[in-house]
């Protein structure tokens, strides 16, 4: 089974010119994401997830927009 390690490896590889650190379990929150693929087989982890399918796209996909919000701002600054 696959999680949010997966959208962490895809955002890391979207921005490989820049120090990114992703974060997934933090202040005492633990859930795992799973992937389309791991909804699909199914099991245990898919059961009690808290996400539906396509979820770890979402947060992959915002945290890209949010990231690359910030890197514009921050280039404003330098």
Do not use: W
């Not at 010119?17 to 005492?28: C, K, M, P, Q, S």
């Not at 915002?62 to 280039?75: D, F, R």
């Amino acid at each position: 089974m696959l999680h949010v390690g997966c959208a962490q490896l895809d955002i890391k590889q979207r921005f490989p010119h820049r120090d990114v650190i992703v974060a997934e379990l933090t202040n005492g929150r633990i859930a795992y994401v799973p992937t389309r693929l791991a909804h699909a087989l199914g099991g245990y982890e898919t059961m009690i997830a808290r996400f539906g399918p396509g979820a770890d796209e979402t947060i992959r996909d915002t945290s890209c927009e949010l990231l690359e919000e910030l890197m514009e701002g921050a280039e404003g600054l330098s």
